[in-house]
């Protein structure tokens, strides 16, 4: 079975810097897909980026990117020039083709953001 | 404006009573999910529907129901045999399509049970 494991329960990091939350996964599967999805206190859960296993390139959106290591099983999220507005549980997500389409999530990472 | 709607944001039910949550979506989505939040765990998956009509159990199932009458509707029932149903339940809505898009979420409901 497919498990999403995101090590670290809670970050912190400076209004305008540099900070990246950690995912690993594992999977028998050579076709995916991968999230990183927000829940800010309102816990209106939102989409920040999607990654295809089958494509090499690092998806960007933004200030946001994601570091897909695909040997590694790996998948992390940089959210560059951290604003205030990014403080929110982040939740990474595997979608694959085994047994329809369902998503299985981490258990989240919750980052604060220093004013 | 389009998106999925559930009802009510706060939900109080007494031990023993089953309890049916609300899930509308006006996207035009086939396939809707089921989540239940709780401290720690991420989301997990109760149930998921890819057409209407057919719906499937997911990881958590034991205690739930769904119907999916229509495709803009899929309402979760909570009932007496769950043994914890306490939680934050979140609804979502795809195209269906594998990695085509992502799940649109609902604002959640917090059903507490005493």
């Known amino acids: 079975a497919q498990t999403v494991t995101q090590s670290q329960p809670e970050m912190s990091v400076q209004e305008a810097e540099t900070v990246t939350l950690s995912c690993t996964y594992d999977?028998?599967?050579?076709?995916?897909?991968l999230f990183w999805y927000k829940q800010p206190p309102s816990r209106q859960m939102i989409l920040v980026i999607r990654?295809?296993?089958?494509?090499?390139q690092n998806a960007t959106e933004n200030r946001f990117s994601v570091n897909f290591q695909k040997a590694a099983k790996s998948f992390s999220l940089k959210i560059s020039d951290s604003q205030l507005g990014d403080a929110a549980m982040y939740f990474c997500?595997?979608?694959?083709?085994?047994?329809?389409?369902?998503?299985?999530f981490g258990a989240g990472t919750r980052l604060f953001v220093k004013a | 404006d389009g998106g999925i709607t559930q009802s009510p944001k706060y939900l109080f039910r007494k031990e023993g009573q089953n309890v049916t949550l609300s899930c509308e979506q006006n996207?035009?989505?086939?396939?809707m999910y089921w989540y239940r939040q709780d401290p720690g765990q991420g989301l997990r998956l109760i149930y998921y529907?890819?057409?209407?009509?057919?719906?499937q159990k997911g990881d958590i199932a034991e205690g739930y129901s769904v119907s999916r009458e229509k495709k803009e509707s899929f309402p979760l029932t909570v009932t007496s045999a769950q043994k914890n149903p306490t939680a934050f339940y979140l609804c979502?809505?795809?195209?269906?399509?594998?990695?085509?898009?992502?799940?649109?979420f609902g604002p959640g409901t917090r059903l507490t049970v005493t």
């Open positions: 996207l035009n989505h086939d396939a």
């Open positions: 999977t028998s599967e050579s076709d995916y897909y």
């Open positions: 997500a595997y979608e694959g083709y085994t047994g329809g389409f369902k998503t299985i």
């Open positions: 979502a809505s795809s195209t269906g399509l594998a990695g085509a898009g992502e799940q649109y």
């Open positions: 990654q295809e296993a089958y494509k090499q």
């Open positions: 529907s890819q057409i209407v009509n057919d719906f």
